[in-house]
């Protein structure tokens, strides 16, 4: 990237706060033009570009390079009108690999769910070890902020990042592949293309698999040569992982399987047994995932990070022999509710509260194959957990597991939730104060 022309930053975030610090400490005078869809542009010594000027300031050469935030597709049409003009696309992500890659370890986890989880017990792990290590990406520090701080970076990359990704890892892993963010991919296919990108590379770094990627046909391609898998553990850690997952705060079979990963993914960077042991043991749930309340002598879940429906099924399954009221529903991404729908009673869902719009699908699913399940439809959460509390007796458990995104979804009539961390903390305070 060339620091003495203009660059504009397509998203106004963390990422492209963390970008502008970045630019402004190399090139102090830089001329630096922001674009946003919705919000605030709120960049430092930035100038404003309206998405309805973009195709006339890059034909006016207004920059040479775009750096855009990773919830801008990739697919937009003016990222190829800009290409076609001769102006470089770029990332946070792809500035670090250009400044920072060199000297350093780089483990990069990917899937579509449990690779939070998995990152942060990587980083947990190796740190207990006594190896300096970092943690970027979708948690921790953004690429460029974590710089050049540490020996070993552990990124967790979600598809919108691996998608261009123009740099390999050492280790990689992937958790697991289903179908999500079609609007922002296009398509399943594409999604798929761009997850596995991490992966489908020439060079052999070696590769993590869950156990649901390890049967998966299109991780399998992608992977290329089954030489590169990380070996397997060895049954007496498998037994000492199983063993400490069940006394720590990693609850569901899920998190057993995204700590027999990590502990590959870590014995292959230089950890030891013991710091991995106390890696897990150190491990506190991330906000929103599975996150437990009791209130009124019920026990809520915030699961509002579940955005598809095998999240749900996890949920689920962490709660066993409980008998559970479960909110779910959000943003249509067209995935598939007929799964879930069968497992609801076999998982001890009680009552289904069903929130628009997928909530439509899973309660005519649940209809079907659940029978014995009641279904409330509700209109917003807050008219869902008002149903709940007029119900106590009928569930121990309330999980909000919404098996799709918050995009549109209503905290009550007229509010919005802004994103899912919103709506996570929407249920804790409205479930606080009906159930108190």
Do not use: C
Request: aromatic residues 6%; hydrophobic residues 45%.
């Amino acid at each position: 990237m060339r620091f003495d022309q203009p660059v504009l930053l397509y998203g106004a975030g963390r990422e492209a706060r963390s970008t502008r610090a970045f630019l402004k400490a190399r090139a102090p005078s830089l001329k630096i033009f922001v674009t946003v869809d919705s919000g605030a542009a709120d960049i430092e010594d930035a100038e404003l570009i309206p998405p309805t000027e973009l195709n006339a300031a890059i034909e006016a050469r207004r920059f040479a390079t775009i750096v855009k935030s990773p919830g801008v597709s990739r697919y937009r049409p003016i990222f190829l009108v800009a290409r076609e003009a001769g102006i470089a696309v770029t990332s946070n992500l792809n500035l670090w690999g250009e400044y920072y890659r060199d000297g350093r370890t780089v483990i990069a986890i990917t899937g579509t769910k449990g690779k939070s989880t998995t990152a942060t017990l990587v980083h947990l792990m190796l740190t207990q070890s006594g190896l300096d290590a970092g943690l970027a990406g979708n948690v921790g520090l953004a690429p460029l902020e974590i710089a050049d701080k540490h020996k070993i970076v552990v990124f967790e990359l979600s598809s919108y990042q691996t998608a261009d990704m123009a740099f390999s890892p050492d280790i990689a892993a992937v958790t697991n592949l289903t179908p999500e963010h079609t609007d922002w991919h296009r398509d399943v296919e594409h999604y798929f293309a761009d997850k596995l990108n991490l992966i489908d590379r020439e060079s052999p770094f070696p590769v993590g698999l869950g156990p649901a990627a390890q049967t998966n046909p299109l991780v399998l391609a992608a992977l290329r040569d089954t030489r590169r898998l990380l070996p397997p553990l060895a049954p007496f850690i498998a037994d000492r992982i199983a063993s400490t997952v069940r006394k720590s705060k990693l609850k569901g079979a899920h998190n057993l399987d995204n700590a027999r990963l990590a502990t590959q993914i870590a014995l292959a960077a230089g950890a030891g047994l013991e710091g991995i042991v106390r890696g897990i043991n150190q491990f506190e749930p991330l906000p929103h995932r599975l996150e437990e309340h009791s209130i009124g002598g019920l026990t809520f879940v915030n699961d509002s990070i579940s955005t598809t429906p095998e999240a749900t099924k996890a949920a689920l399954a962490a709660y066993q022999g409980k008998r559970i009221a479960l909110i779910a529903g959000g943003h249509e991404r067209q995935q598939d509710y007929a799964e879930l729908a069968s497992l609801l009673s076999p998982r001890g869902v009680t009552l289904l509260v069903a929130l628009p719009v997928t909530g439509d699908r899973l309660a005519t699913a649940a209809y079907a194959a659940a029978p014995q399940v009641q279904v409330v439809e509700a209109g917003t959460l807050r008219a869902g957990l008002e149903a709940l509390a007029s119900r106590q007796s009928e569930f121990d458990t309330v999980i909000l597991s919404p098996g799709a995104p918050s995009y549109g979804q209503l905290e009550t009539s007229g509010v919005a939730f802004k994103d899912f961390e919103e709506r996570g903390r929407a249920f804790v305070r409205i479930a606080t104060e009906l159930f108190s």
